[in-house]
């Protein structure tokens, strides 16, 4: 009687045809050992012989079996930029959600790519975490059949672009935040409201601005192309592009900021120019950093819940690592909501 293969020795094509590994490895041109090699991650081979071997793994649809891949105690969790109260929010969440679980964190940074490069999935792949978790990233394809094979499943929260029908995602109705932000101010009385917006090739980005456009023509005022200003999401654009808006001499009687940060480089702008708030300039950021709170005046903010977001990104890599069918398309998100503080009143004169 002629014992089964074992479960990682043979691989299903797309052909319907079975391959065993030794086989994989003779078309190769390689031996088994270094097949297993690429499957485990191992930095010992050749990048023209990884890269034919995955090639062949993806083409007879190799997938580890989830039981019988072990896994260390980790859940990854990947920035495009690891600088910010906004990446410790997320940390937190992530914290909350493994610590629970017997879990380590395992932090990195794609250095402001939103495609983590190929050594970071080889390291990956050796690690064998739970889960990969990448904010405002997302992964190539490469990447993506590399985790796919080795039964790692990953959640992309945040998306910086379409993350695709088949990943799970985690975000917020950034959207509805930007309506709400603007409605606020338009309701106040403002007719004149410019945005410093985030950058134009991430979703959360343009949903947040469409709103700002959405709330402004639902009220019937004009969308001003000269008062909307592109920033970076950072505290610096938000200064450069205030110094900008304020020197105007039509200058905004408000200003939807985009996100707390760049809320805050606008504060800095208005101090500099000898512009009140909120006697001279209604400010609205977005985010809801605790910071928010505590600088003067206390900034009125779209509050995100992105220790939630967190959390529930963690929950779901987790279900997903747990479930032995190819996991179903998801995508949760959570409710922003606007938050009134002493940034924003009527214009002056009304």
Request: glycine share 8%; no cysteine.
């Given at each position: 009687m002629t014992s089964p293969q074992p479960a990682e020795s043979r691989t299903q094509g797309r052909s319907g045809q079975t391959a065993t590994l030794a086989e994989i490895a003779r078309e190769a041109g390689v031996s088994a050992p270094t097949v297993s090699k690429v499957l485990n991650g191992r930095a010992d081979v050749a990048p023209a012989t990884r890269s034919r071997v995955e090639g062949l793994l993806r083409a007879h649809g190799y997938r580890r079996r989830r039981a019988e891949a072990s896994r260390s105690p980790l859940i990854d969790l990947v920035f495009h930029e690891l600088e910010s109260a906004w990446a410790m929010e997320v940390i937190r969440g992530v914290e909350n959600v493994a610590r629970d679980a017997g879990?380590?964190?395992?932090?990195?940074?794609?250095?402001?790519?939103?495609?983590?490069?190929?050594?970071?999935?080889?390291?990956?792949?050796?690690?064998?975490?739970?889960?990969?978790?990448?904010?405002?990233?997302?992964l190539d394809e490469s990447g993506r059949a590399l985790l796919t094979s080795r039964s790692i499943p990953f959640v992309v929260m945040d998306p910086a672009g379409d993350p695709g029908t088949d990943v799970p995602s985690i975000g917020a109705t950034n959207w509805q935040g930007g309506l709400a932000a603007t409605r606020h101010l338009v309701e106040l009385g403002h007719t004149r409201i410019g945005a410093i917006t985030g950058p134009s090739r991430m979703m959360c980005s343009r949903a947040r601005v469409d709103g700002y456009r959405a709330a402004l023509e639902t009220a019937g005022l004009p969308v001003d192309p000269q008062l909307i200003t592109t920033g970076d999401f950072h505290h610096e654009a938000g200064y450069r592009q205030g110094l900008a808006l304020l020197r105007r001499e039509d200058r905004p009687t408000a200003v939807f900021a985009g996100n707390d940060l760049q809320a805050l480089g606008l504060y800095e702008a208005a101090r500099e120019l000898g512009v009140r708030i909120p006697e001279d300039l209604s400010v609205v950021g977005?985010?809801?950093?605790?910071?928010?709170?505590?600088?003067?005046?206390?900034?009125?903010?779209?509050?995100?819940?992105?220790?939630?977001?967190?959390?529930?990104?963690?929950?779901?890599?987790?279900?997903?690592?747990?479930s032995a069918e190819a996991p179903v398309a998801t995508r949760v998100e959570l409710a922003t909501s606007l938050v009134v503080r002493s940034s924003t009143a009527a214009p002056a004169g009304r």
């Open positions: 879990l380590s964190v395992v932090l990195s940074e794609s250095a402001g790519r939103l495609t983590p490069g190929r050594t970071w999935a080889d390291q990956v792949a050796a690690r064998r975490p739970h889960g990969v978790i990448l904010v405002l990233s997302g977005f985010d809801d950093l605790p910071i928010a709170r505590w600088v003067g005046p206390p900034l009125t903010t779209v509050r995100q819940p992105l220790t939630e977001m967190a959390e529930a990104a963690a929950r779901l890599v987790l279900d997903l690592g747990k």
